[in-house]
């Protein structure tokens, strides 16, 4: 399932955060979004799911403008996954994952035999089913991001956005997190567009890299192509040396803010 942005201006009330941006998810990848703090990742994460409507430009799914979907449909084949999210105290894995059906099961106020079957297939492909009635404040990091994201994929998605799926979690648990991203995708052939903070983290991760500044697309590649010391600097302000790991994946060693044109000629 492709998605394709075309000149999307977005905000909030008078704030452009999303001017002019066209960018294109492409079916079967995982594409990483990532920038500096208030450069509209997130926004754009929003406009992609249709929680936040741009101010103009189209957001084609297929070839077929989201706008003109109605939002059970488009629940059937999108899912996002915010970076706040909030389970009531008492709520089993179980029962939070269950909840991810609601799209399938239109008046019905009962799971199917199809439902259930669904459920227990996302539990085990999350490695969940040994926790399936724990409440879900009583996981650790690693176990609760996993719930939310199983509560996704019982949507059945065919295009999963996350927004920072990492955020808060230890190292172990970011990389536990994006293990199963990337095993879903190959798998499952879910497209993913998630955004990260951590460049290491998503050039490991993604099949491609979207850097966002000035409320636009900055550059889109492999992380080979967008993860230089060029666009680092251009971007994020950083002097970073990039290694290449034996698989050829870009690692990058941040030395430090950069320096200005006047300050590296004194």
Known sequence: MELELQ???AGYGSHVVLDGLSLRIAHGKITALLGPNGCGKSTLLKVMARSLKPFSGRVLLDGRDIADTAPADLARVMALLPQVHQAPDEVTVQELVELGRFPHRSWKPFLSRQDRAVVEHVLELTQLRELRMRPVQSLS??????AWIALTLAQEPKL???DEPTTFLDISHQFEVLELIR???????????LVLHDLNLAAACADTLVLLKDRNVHCTGTPSEVLTEENLRDVFHIQAHILRQPDGIPHCIVEGVAKSGMEAST
């Open 183 to 193: 095993s879903l995708n190959q798998s499952q052939g879910i497209t993913v567009a």
């Open 160 to 162: 999963l956005l996350l």
């Open 7 to 9: 000149r999307i201006q």
């Open 141 to 146: 990091g690693g176990e609760r991001q996993r």
